[in-house]
């Protein structure tokens, strides 16, 4: 159904821990991962899925490590690609950093995971939080708390244990609007969507039941009432804790919350948006002598609003040299490694117009190897504005317990994959 | 390995932090002996120290089984993190000391029995993952206990563990009733145990197939519903995985499943998703079209799959490989998403790739705009693989959306201004597929595309373009001294190149023969004397032959026209696709092959099939099927379109049955002087080829898929599916075509006896005869004559009986026709008066032919002009018929009458009775509208037909029950 066993390798494909669930996969097929990586790297054809007789690997890479699920099976694979990047969710939770360092740390605990996480290629429970409440990487000192398996893990609430308590009980839900746009070299807007998420952090005591009102456009119209400042919302993701048929069917937004961060819940707005920082750009190369890139930026929000460090980041050929820049705020500079001019500015009022201009010099014997044609990207973020104008209009908390407790909402949108073509 | 462990100390050493590396210290040589000492330690720290330090070696690869008494020995303990790096140790070892684990076997059964559940859970879960036959007999009783558990975490755990002993040991869980437990786990008031109770049993109904486990119900469907709103992620991922492969009984369950699964399309992980888009894509194929539900569900679909393109770059490639069949299937959820396709640049290659695949599947007359300024774009990336691709995706949508073929030609045009090579060649190669789809329309290129001729080093850009030069050679001045450029270099060329040299070389010769004598003289020697090819040697002597006895067959032949290359050429083939959605989210769509293609001892597993359309419970099925299309000896014909060795073969067979004459022994050890012996053969051989020409086509890459649609191609699969061909959903079939019949007794014919049909293969239209010698003496000198007919039928080429037919042989003939002769009207109409003449005499006899020989394959009228030519011909022309003692579905007739041209363009259902809609053509133009009114349970079907020459009627009634009853 999903991996027969997984493994966790080096960059140079040593084995650092592994765990077979299965048993019908050989555990030495794993020595034949590194040479076809490195084949497909060649080829240019690099793939997360690669086999080699009957076995197949299914692999992610974070930092210095790549997690490779076997099978021989027809697997689900969204699932098992689903899973390791749980399993990286869940050991970034337990060591900070999930590394090769940290693997060989913390090979006891890790392996206490890796037999808690999946069962014959199940998996099972994934949720590190609970998992935090049973196996704990001081082994020594939590023995009593450890003896109990917490009624969290087969519960139908597997995601909040019974008993937290907090003297003051807040709740702070944090709006998050990303915007992605790419633009062509002519200056047309391809595509533009708005990613929203809404995150909690979560200080409530006991098992409280939450309702998150939005203006949701939907919601709206079936309750008949005047739809005029609402979103709508093309496509809704939701927590685990989330009741799926509620919302399916009334599209209330119920459910007893994590306990401290999560992710709630994501959207995505398809409605066309202006680019919030609109990017205008000659970039003029002469052959063996010198590049000229002169940048407009825009802001195209409210007056009210300021955008927070901005970043414009311009691509220059790799053999570019001594470079000259003149902007009218903010400051330019050449960040070589990346082949980038990164032009900074602090703090940008709607409205603005800002003027960036950068002269490179060019090696008389030209790079014959061609280079891609990387766009400019902008980084931003606008604090207390959304760009969908989506609202929480209210966050009811109902324990039984019967005490008063606070939400408190930040709206913040910035910049998620913000592109624009050039024509250099 | 040592080193990393030894390194690793060395790194540490200085650290202030104590870690676990510090275990990995003591693997030195005779540490063994000292971990041996210290495992046996009275100090429980010490020895948990100890069993730390023989993890932390057994990490690293080292052989640490020697220490297996010792280790077991500290398994008795009540400190939890030992117990569970021990059961770690046992585990990985007991296959290797089987006699040993045998001692571990009491510590698991007083484990499960630990009033501690984690304890408990702990020794199910280890000892289900000992794969030693010896202690499975031990585990049944703790297993037992535990799916009883009081405790969830245990009862789920066990749970999983039924499957571990099942795929140890089949008969042992069956013969101790493990899976009628299992069974009623799905049953458990726990969510988490039921998904896994579910997981458990569909891993064990995989690996049996033929188990009948997972007897699925609406009772237990309704269990697993109720369920999937409480378990965790992955428990939802196993319950949607479950409920797909249920067949729900009828559209109004279809619709309640599909309501319960669609609020899955809401949740965070994009594998909940991608199962939940399974189940719905499967049911949803139940759902009647007409019914509100359905085009709710169809809109439901589009954001979650856009969504999916937001997740981890790995999802979304599992994601876009699906969509790419989603697309396929019903093209109607994505079409207006063009641009979440549109590729970034820091998208990894493979989301790229598939991006641009779908962006092609997407292209329309609306958006193909967009979409060529994108692929322009791209087209001038540096990623060399990418902008081929992105050049080749121009071609397509040239191919694709007629309307925007000369832009996509002048698009190429500037992209091989550019000079980069391999644009050029790419470019090349799409060009030759657009002339294929548009002949005769932008050939004012070719000259640009011969200026590029001596930069083309790939053998695809270099068979490309000397296809070009043959196919137009009539008005390429130079093709001579261009093809004759290539031919130096002939035997260092790959056989692509081969082969395509040789066929462009005999159609300039055929086009001009006076200056190219010596060029195809040259070409033919040395692809048949000089190479050692085998597929260019046999081409190389049917040219040969072909041009020597008769250039004219010759050019029919080789210059045959080319049916049209279509956008479907790279669609993936309807069967296929359809186990593909059954199989989403799975490697098997990721693939895009069934499982069977890669899953070792899966070769008997039944494929998956998608649910049959509302209405059609009955849905087509009857394996004789397949011989009611008339091709009784050979299978039905087959195009690969996934290039497999076996569909390879078959489609020799396209070609209908050549001869059963001469045996193929005959071509043993042939010279050139031998070469008559073949000559029979070969020749009617290629006689039946007439026309469908795909044996021509096959130099070039996507000719043979072009076939009309009457031939269905299994993939990929093994004989099995070939016997499936029948089964399939809405596939059409082959002609209708009647058993042979005797025309000319012996008695009449001085010893020949003649016996022949007719048949419609590949859209030609041909009789198909057996002559067999009952006299004393050879016959030679056949020929065969038709008198004036209703419809001019008339012999398309001269009756190939080349070989002298010797006393007692039997040799088959196809004889293709054609209808441009005189007409005159015959009584009964289909009468066909013969005169075949051999060297004794001239014979006499008639015969009658099915009318649906003559139905055209362009026999679908629009709707519209379907409704309106009905309702013009006036109702004096309309006849009735009755058709007693047929049993087909509307939906199994609509296919079988399409395999002969009758083609259903509507279909309504009034009071349980179906209505089809049908129209067809006939050769000479005429059109006859019909009405097939038939009702489930009812063998007597009523025709009524329409026709502004009611003289037809007749013989389409006769066909119509001829070709519903075979």
Redesign the interface.
Known sequence: ?SASAIFVLDLKG????CR?Y???VDMAEIDHFMPLLMQQEEE??????M?HG?V?F???KHSNLYLVAT?????????V?????KIVEVFTEYFKELEEESI??????V??LL?ELM????????DSKILQE?ITQE??KL?VA????PTT??N?V?WRSEGIKYKKNEVFIDVIESINV?V??NGSV??S?I?GSIKLKTMLSGMPELRLGLNDRVLFALTGRDKGKTVVM???????CV???R??SDRTISFIPPDGES?L??Y?INTHVKPLIWIESIIEKFSHSRVEIMVKAKGQFKKQSVANNVEVRVPVPSDADSPKFKTSTGHAKYVPEKNLVVWTIKSFPGGKEFLMRAHFGLPSVENDE??????ITVKFEIPYFTVSGIQVRYMKIIEKSGYQALPWVRYITQSG?Y?L?TNA | MQEWANQLCENRQFGSKMTDSKYFTTTKKGEIFELKAELNSDKKEKKKEAVKKVIASMTVGKDVSALFPDVVNCMQTDNLELKKLVYLYLMNYAKSQPDMAIMAVNTFVKDCEDPNPLIRALAVRTMGCIRVDKITEYLCEPLRKCLKDEDPYVRKTAAVCVAKLHDINAQLVEDQGFLDTLKDLISDSNPMVVANAVAALSEIAESHPNSNLMDLNPQTINKLLTALNECTEWGQIFILDCLANYTPRDDRESQSICERVTPRLSHANSAVVLSAVKVLMKFMEMLPKDLDYYGTLLKKLAPPLVTLLSAEPELQYVALRNINLIVQRRPEILKHEMKVFFVKYNDPIYVKLEKLDIMIRLASQANIAQVLAELKEYATEVDVDFVRKAVRAIGRCAIKVEQSAERCVSTLLDLIQTKVNYVVQEAIVVIKDIFRKYPNKYESVIATLCENLDSLDEPEARAAMIWIVGEYAERIDNADELLESFLEGFHDESTQVQLQLLTAIVKLFLKKPTETQELVQQVLSLATQDSDNPDLRDRGYIYWRLLSTDPVAAKEVVLAEKPLISEETDLIEPTLLEELICHIGTLASVYHKPPSAFVEGSRGVQHKRLPGSAGSGESVESPDTSSAAGISDAPPAVIPSQGDLLGDLLNLDVTPPATTGPPPAANSGVQMGAMDLLGGGLDSLLGGDLGGSSAMGAGFGAAPAAMPASFSAPVSGGLDDLFDLGGGVGMPMGAFSPPKTVWLPAMKGKGLEISGTFARRAGVFQMELTLMNKAMSVMTDFAIQFNRNSFGIAPAGPLQVLTPLSPNQTIEVTLPLNTVGPVMKMDPLNNLQVAVKNNIDVFYFSCQYPISMLFVEDGKMERQVFLATWKDIPNDNESQFQIKDCHLSSDAASNKLQGSNIFTIAKRTVDGQDMLYQSMKLTNGIWVLAELRLQAGNPNYTVSLKCRAPEVSQCVFQSYEAVLKN
């Not at chain 1, 099978?71 to 699932?79: P, R, Y």
């Not at chain 1, 060989?104 to 605990?109: A, I, L, P, Y």
Request: with cysteine; proline share 4%; net charge negative.
């Open positions: 159904m040593k084995v650092l821990i077979n299965k048993g019908d240019g054809l690099l793939s997360p899925v086999s009957c197949h299914l692999w992610i099978t021989n099976k027809n697997s689900n694979a969204s699932l690609y689903s899973f390791l990047y060989q740390d913390n090979f006891v605990v392996y206490e037999d069962d014959f290629g199940f998996p099972q429970t994934t049973y082994g020594t023995e450890k003896s109990k398996v893990v087969t139908a597997s790419l062509n070299a391809m595509s969507d990613v093309e496509d809704v993701k939701f927590h685990q009741r799926l048929s919302f399916e992710e819940m994501s995505r061609a280079e891609g044609k990387p766009p994959d592109q073509r």
